[in-house]
């Protein structure tokens, strides 16, 4: 069975910045993609940035130059840093990862960690 874990949420002043973490926990064989979404009240879910297992990342044009997507060498954790978070950011932030077990397939979510961005 696998767990995506994510950590790193909070309150923060417009112009701060916070640093989340997603990882994967169990028997992994490879990772195909882990990427981070995010849901606004009222909103729909939308796609923040993706890193491929080969390195290659995707942001949506509202986060660029601002948020930075990364794992570690096990290609089993992924971060996303935030920076100059503006009050546009508040939502929650979910991790999602598709993953190949030694049994299959796998993609799933994350519970989502709340990042509020306010004054």
């Known amino acids: 069975q696998v767990q995506l874990v994510e950590s790193g949420g909070g309150l923060v002043q417009p112009g701060g910045s916070l640093r989340l973490s997603c990882t994967a926990s169990g028997s992994i064989f490879s990772i195909n993609v882990m990427g981070w979404y995010r849901q606004a009240p009222g909103k729909q879910r939308e796609s923040v940035a993706t890193?491929?297992?080969?390195?290659?990342?995707n942001y949506t044009d509202s986060v660029k130059s601002r948020f930075t997507i990364s794992g570690d060498n096990a290609k089993n954790r992924v971060y996303l840093q935030m920076n100059s978070l503006k009050p546009e950011d508040t939502a929650v932030y979910y991790c999602?990862?598709?993953?190949?077990?030694?049994?299959?397939?796998?993609?799933?979510w994350g519970q989502g960690t709340q990042v509020t961005v306010s004054s």
């Open positions: 999602n990862a598709v993953l190949e077990l030694s049994t299959g397939w796998y993609e799933g």
């Open positions: 890193i491929t297992s080969e390195g290659t990342t």
